[in-house]
Each structure stands twice: as C-alpha cells, then as structure tokens.
C-alpha cells in the first residue's frame, strides 16, 4: 500500500471549513483514498474513502486530486465534536484486506 | 446494532500472567483484526484473520497468539504478560473492500 503524508497537527475555528491535506504521490491506479478519524478514547470510525471522483457524505467530502497523488478532507461546518485525529490511508486489494494506519492528523476546533 | 464488542474494556496483569481479549462482531464479516495502539501513535496490526480457522500475521505480532474458532469471535492471547504490552487495544471486523467497523477498545496495563 502506498505511504501517506499528513501534517501532524490542524487547528480550526468552530463552524468554519476544514481542509485536511494528505499526499500519496506512489499510489496505484486501483488503490482506494480512505479516511478514518478517532474521536478521544474511542476506536477509529469510517469517514469516506473514494477511488478518482469527488466524494460526498453526510460527514464529509473528499476531493481527488487529477493526478490522484494528493487528497483532500473537507468538513464543512467544523463543531467541537469533529475535533479528533484523522487518518488517511491508502489501500489496494492486499488479500488480508488490511488497513495500514499512519500518525494521521490531530484536529483541535476552537470554540 | 452492537457491531463489534470487545471484553474487557480495562485490565491490570502483573508481568508473567497471561489473558485473551474476546472480540464478537454481528454483522457476518469475513474479516477480523486485532491492533494495538500506544501512546500519540497510530494503530499497528498485530493479528489479522480472513475467515473462520484462519490466521495470519501482521506488523507486530511477538508476544501475541489468536484464535478465529467461530466466525463472530476472534481472540487475543498473550501468555507471559510484558511492560512492552502495555497498550490499548482495538479489535476491528470488514467484509471485503467494505469499511472497518472498530471495537472501543481494551486498555490493558501491565505492572
């Protein structure tokens, strides 16, 4: 699976925008964009993954870059809740279907 | 709509004793993971398994042995407790290319 880079930390203003970067410049034509996110003392949770288009949920968005060497997290309206670590991982089709977590972003939302 | 439970949730074992973590998943997933997480570090596999009677290794698995007798269950042993296991951890199950579901995670101390 190819690496991730993710800047360690981000800060946010409540209910403004949040723009989390990662860059995957060795991904592979068929390896799937994945988030996850950890909220305090809890086990990581499904934010959104996508392979090429932008991707929209009631968490969050993803955009894909062209190239697909850099993707983007987008929140829309940060709440203090959203305040977690979140952790991009790039996966293709290894046969334990295994995830490889990162050191991820930690995401502190100021009220 | 449990998903994935895991027991226990805190324990203490002095060096030398031995435990297993339960972990149980309801939604039929193929796929179970057991990882560890220490302090400011993101997640590392130790154990993986892609169905029931199966299991393989995965990062950091010394010290650890699991057991996938039924397909719900996947169990974590270690059987001379070390100060290096001193960590949370998280169990988690998918079925292919779909989403992990995590578990709350076991904090596990020991002294």
């Known amino acids: 699976d190819a690496k991730t880079t993710q800047p360690n930390s981000m800060e946010s203003n409540e209910e403004e925008p949040v723009h989390l970067p990662c860059n995957h410049s060795t991904i592979s034509g068929t390896d799937y964009i994945h988030w996850y996110r950890q909220l305090p003392s809890q086990g990581p949770e499904y934010v959104i993954h996508g392979l090429t288009s932008n991707v929209n949920n009631r968490m969050a968005s993803l955009a894909i870059a062209e190239d697909r060497k850099s993707s983007t997290l987008i929140l829309h309206r940060a709440t203090l809740r959203d305040a977690a670590v979140y952790y991009c991982i790039v996966k293709g089709d290894n046969a334990g279907n295994m995830l490889t977590f990162g050191g991820g972003t930690r995401l502190m939302v100021k009220p | 709509n449990a998903g994935v439970t895991q027991t226990p949730k805190f324990r203490v074992l002095k060096t030398g004793q031995s435990m297993t973590l339960l972990c149980a998943q309801d939604m039929n997933h193929e796929y179970m993971y057991w990882y560890r997480q220490d302090p400011g570090m993101g997640l590392r596999l130790i154990h993986y398994?892609?169905?029931?009677?199966?299991?393989a290794k995965g990062e950091v698995p010394d010290g650890y042995n699991v057991s996938r007798l039924k397909k719900q269950n996947f169990l974590l042993g270690l059987e001379s407790a070390a100060p290096s296991q001193t960590s949370v951890y998280f169990c988690a199950s998918s079925s292919l290319r779909s989403r992990y579901t995590f578990g709350s995670g076991t904090r596990l101390t020991v002294v």
């Open positions: 398994s892609v169905g029931e009677g199966t299991t």
